[in-house]
């Protein structure tokens, strides 16, 4: 699978953390597209087009879960961000439909092989 092709859609509130993911999948070969949170302009239009999401758990106004829960099926894969890593957030992340957390901080080596997991591609 062509990683050039495939687009990364990436919500993070943390300016700095959503700059770093981003140059971190466009160096490993993907293409993205970030939004500070799940209510910005285009934010849903982006995600249907999306081969994978990376999603903070805590966002200003709707929270990851939920606007994850909100997309049409069949969403993209996604692979959450958290600083708050317990059960409430694993079952909010599962009652979404999804299942992969990378607990932050968390080196870019595991990002990158959860993206590669998430969108079937090879390294």
């Not at 939004?35 to 999603?55: M, Y």
């Not at 992340?93 to 999804?98: K, T, V």
């Not at 080596?109 to 993206?115: G, K, N």
């Amino acid at each position: 699978m062509d990683e050039q092709q495939q687009l990364i859609v990436i919500v993070e509130d943390d300016s700095g953390l959503r700059r770093a993911v981003e140059r971190l999948l466009r160096l490993s070969g993907f293409r993205t597209r970030s939004f500070h949170s799940a209510e910005d302009s285009n934010v849903f239009e982006f995600a249907s087009e999306a081969r994978c999401l990376v999603i903070d758990v805590q966002l200003p106004g709707i929270s990851g879960p939920a606007f994850y829960g909100t997309l049409h099926l069949p969403r993209p894969p996604a692979v959450f961000m958290t600083a708050y890593d317990g059960v409430r957030t694993r079952r909010a992340i599962e009652g979404a439909g999804a299942h992969t957390v990378l607990t932050k901080p968390f080196l870019g080596d595991a990002l990158i092989r959860e993206v590669l997991k998430a969108t079937g591609a090879s390294h």
